[in-house]
């Protein structure tokens, strides 16, 4: 290649035109991410429940945020007419509200529920970097078959630490201090684990979590009625 053969390619993309990227808040307008952004909603009403100690609330935040979560990919997969950008834009957007969903909100339950006490600072530090960890792991390698993830999905903290406080009433609070430690501790291990697990958020399985929703949305909305 001659000197004046790289100087006309240089100059050539000089004077290409550079994209102009969408504004960050363009996005907000897809219908997908805004349910992503509900889900976000949920999930903070959730953390802020639990930090006032008031735990059937913040299971409502937290199942509707797991409802949120399974919703937006039906929603994205039924829209036309979206971007590559956009849909790379949604899976990120997705990615960093499950960390606060299913990671943080966990530990925040936790730490809530142990009345802040030290103590509790490992096992929170555990349910959010091992979802921290998985949601790379999946950002970078996604489904290990067509229908299955390696580890736990963390959608499924939620679904479980909404699903355990059912049985709150049933234990002292000390024995449920324990068994909600255990569940996140063993939820972290599962998070990162070398096991297949089902994909469980489309087909049949919307249904499911549809009616599980409303079946502990109104369990525990009658709790606080009580």
């Known amino acids: 290649m001659t000197e004046e053969t790289i100087t006309q390619e240089t100059t050539t993309s000089a004077n290409d035109p550079i994209e102009t990227p969408p504004t960050i808040i363009s996005f907000a307008k897809d219908l997908a991410n805004l349910c992503s952004l509900a889900g976000l909603l949920s999930a903070v009403l959730a953390i802020y429940f639990a930090i006032v100690g008031n735990f059937p609330a ?3 935040g937290l199942v509707w945020a797991v409802f949120f979560d399974w919703s937006d990919g039906n929603i994205a997969r039924r829209m036309k007419g979206r971007t590559d950008k956009q849909r790379l834009f949604g ?3 997705d990615s960093l509200i499950d960390i606060v969903s299913f990671g943080v909100c966990p530990a925040v339950v936790l730490l809530s529920y142990g ?3 030290p103590w509790f600072l490992p096992g929170a530090f555990l349910i959010v970097a091992a979802g921290v960890l ?3 792991y999946f950002n970078v390698y996604g489904l290990v078959s067509k ?3 390696q580890g736990l999905a ?3 903290n939620g679904i479980l ?3 355990l406080f059912v049985f709150h009433d049933l234990f002292s609070a000390s024995v449920f201090t324990v ?3 255990i569940l996140i501790l063993t939820l972290a291990a599962l998070n990162v684990a070398p096991i297949r697990t089902p994909k469980l958020s489309s087909g049949n399985w919307y249904y499911v979590i549809v009616a599980y929703t409303i079946t502990l949305t109104l369990f525990y909305s009658w709790q606080l009625q009580n």
């Open 134 to 136: 998985r949601l790379s």
């Open 91 to 93: 899976g990120q957007l």
């Open 58 to 60: 913040a299971m409502i």
């Open 154 to 156: 963390i959608d499924n």
């Open 147 to 149: 229908t299955s993830y």
């Open 161 to 163: 630490l909404a699903l």
């Open 179 to 181: 068994i909600l430690y």
């Open 115 to 117: 009345d802040f006490s």
